[in-house]
């Protein structure tokens, strides 16, 4: 079945409609110059996909699914993929450039990644409602950047009150699942944080302030990190046989910090274009502090990596977080005297 388009207006008609993608292609325009009309955001939908297909309702009776330290860490490579590539769509739709769909694809994957590790603590059921609420929060930061690129304030106030409706909403959904462990507020001030990252980021991307753009990005690396850690935390607590163990391990934190640090590293490199500017130097010596090894032989990619097509560099980027997680794994921190 070929995608459906709407316009922002049909959207509202739809009402709460699962998302599953979240902009199908922009009008062809490859600049930053004013557009001579007003540019309307399409949206996907597909109400015959569902998000949580193929995903097992919860044995009660299950035996260990993965230890905790383990879902820290997948948890953590998803979270830093989705920060970097929600930058990359809202960047790209922000400035109407053809690019913005190859974001896009890597962004939906992510969300159909996260649904389906929700999907592995809590069954199929809550894996549909994380994934409506999910999408639909990346949904409203790409109304927010558009918005901002066409300088429509209404739009943009918009968005920000669907996105605060998303926090709450987002906070109710974990608080249940997790039984309490995590609070409602708590919640809230996590995913508040992080849209307020993404919504720094946006507007100073729009101003041409690509210093101030690098880090907004980096901070949300480093913030989503702290979102993992909390997420499967509470998940290993609540399910301690099928997620046995701490995540307060050695290894999970280093394989942490190695992860958001080269999410840090891609972002500073694909906004700015630059492998020597002081923003993408300054996460490689983080890399290379916390490792003790060279940028290039934990990510295994050069600085120019994937050329000027931005489908191999999207893909080279996600490939990048995949060899520094197994970097990590390989070479575990030394046991305490």
């Known amino acids: 079945m070929s995608p459906r388009r709407h316009s922002r207006s049909t959207r509202a008609a739809i009402g709460g409609g699962l998302i599953v993608g979240l902009i199908a292609s922009m009008a062809a325009c490859s600049s930053d110059a004013a557009k001579t009309a007003p540019f309307s955001v399409p949206h996907v939908y597909d109400l015959n996909v569902d998000p949580a297909q193929g995903i097992a309702p919860v044995d009660p ?40 769909q190859v974001w896009i694809d890597q962004l939906t994957q992510n969300t ?11 069954g199929p059921v809550a894996a549909r409602a994380f994934n409506q609420q999910w999408a639909q929060h990346t949904q409203f930061l790409v109304d927010y950047a558009v918005a901002i690129g066409q300088d429509d304030k209404k739009a943009a106030a918009d968005a920000r009150a669907e996105l605060v409706d998303y926090a709450h909403d987002s906070g109710s959904f974990f608080s249940t699942a997790t039984g309490g ?119 295994g990619l050069s600085p120019n990596f994937g050329g000027t097509d931005s489908t191999a560099r999207a893909e080279a980027a996600k490939a990048a977080l995949a060899t520094a997680n197994a970097f990590a794994l390989a070479h575990p921190p030394a046991p305490a005297p």
């Open 112 to 122: 159909a990644d996260l649904t389906a590790t929700v999907g592995l603590a809590y």
């Open 61 to 100: 009776n299950r035996g260990q699914v993965v230890t905790a330290e383990q879902l820290r860490n997948l948890l953590d490579q998803q979270l830093a993929w989705h920060g970097l590539t929600l930058v990359e769509v809202m960047r790209a739709a922000r400035a109407d450039r053809a690019e913005v």
């Open 181 to 299: 462990i995590l609070p409602v507020t708590a919640v809230q001030d996590l995913l508040s944080t992080h849209v307020g990252h993404m919504l720094t980021m946006i507007e100073a991307d729009q101003a041409g302030d690509v210093a101030g753009t690098v880090d907004a990005a980096v901070t949300d690396s480093a913030y989503l990190s702290t979102i993992a850690n909390g997420l499967s935390t509470a998940i290993a607590q609540q399910n301690q046989t099928a997620f046995p163990g701490t995540t307060d391990t050695p290894l999970a934190a280093l394989c942490s910090l190695v992860t958001s640090g080269t999410g840090s590293y891609l972002s500073s490199l694909i906004i700015t274009g630059d492998p020597a500017s002081s923003q993408v130097l300054n996460a490689d010596q983080a890399l290379v502090s916390a490792t003790g090894a060279t940028t290039a032989a934990i990510i």
